[in-house]
């Protein structure tokens, strides 16, 4: 079993920046691969980044060059810094472990 808690969502304007943070607990085998998908209003869930235990990663299309994931494996915390926000990226965010475990979400909103 994998707990997940998220935070750092909220609302921002355009232009401008939020970090999330997601707390892994529970089978450290699980959690060597993590993950941020987000949901958008009326969309189906989409992956937006993913890190491995060796810190390599993939960032999606639409969010590159202006979303970075990154990890404290001494923590147990992954992390999704969002730079340059865009309305569009407004979504609720979920951080995934292993593919199988699922935070609660956190809500980011971005304003024009």
């Known amino acids: 079993q994998v707990q997940l808690v998220e935070s750092g969502g909220g609302l921002e304007q355009a232009g401008g920046s939020l970090r999330l943070s997601c707390a892994a607990s529970g089978d450290s085998i699980c959690t060597s691969a993590m993950s941020w998908y987000r949901q958008r209003l009326g969309k189906e869930r989409e992956l937006v980044a993913a890190?491995?235990?060796?810190?390599?990663?993939y960032v999606a299309d639409s969010v590159k060059g202006r979303f970075t994931i990154s990890r404290d494996n001494a923590k147990n915390t992954v992390y999704l810094q969002m730079n340059s926000l865009k309305p569009k990226d407004t979504a609720v965010y979920y951080c995934n472990a292993c593919g199988a475990y699922w935070g609660q979400g956190t809500q980011v909103t971005v304003s024009s």
């Open positions: 890190i491995l235990a060796n810190g390599s990663t």
